[in-house]
DNA sequence: GCCAACGTTGGC
DNA sequence: GCCAACGTTGGC
């Protein structure tokens, strides 16, 4: 069982509209990179996934399950890009900054940390323990 | 809003 | 296949 983290700007696609949509999910479209992509055809049904708010909020608010294995992204035509379905199973107590997970060092290899720019992105099942622990679970 | 880091594209 | 130009992401 594989951990990941997922990024999305909160202006654009947050935890709360993720909430809204209840137990149906919603497509995690609109990814055109191929690392994000690679990982998302990894993912496998019922399969945990970190839900971070990017840019403006900086923070991983709470946990999705994967509902869906990766599928075209209805999105676009072209063939290249694919995607999964989530949705949201748990918000966090307390939030967890980037700020947090940078003084820990238990994260110090996190990819979150290390690569800021790769918007789907493997969780160690450690470091998944860890963020877990500092947000209150 | 700015800018650094990174990825992609396209000319050669 | 190399590399410069360009576009996008995301932290600050």
Not at 110 to 126: F, G
Request: proline share 6%; net charge negative; with cysteine.
């Amino acid at each position: 069982m594989a951990y990941w983290l997922m990024k999305s700007e909160p202006e654009v696609f947050s935890w709360d509209d993720l909430v809204a949509k209840g137990a149906q999910g919603e497509e995690w479209d609109g990814v055109r990179n191929y690392q994000a992509r690679n990982n998302m055809r990894a993912m496998k049904l019922g399969e945990k996934a970190f839900f971070y708010h990017s840019r403006t909020a900086t923070e991983v608010v709470g946990i999705c399950e994967i509902i869906a294995e990766a599928h075209p992204d209805s999105t676009t035509d072209d063939p290249r890009w694919e995607c999964v379905d989530v949705r949201a199973v748990q918000p966090f107590p307390q939030p967890v900054t980037l700020a947090m997970c940078k003084a820990d060092p238990r994260l110090a290899d996190m990819v979150l940390v290390n690569n800021t720019r790769l918007s789907v992105q493997p969780v160690r099942d450690s470091e998944w323990a860890v963020v877990c622990e500092l947000g209150g679970l």
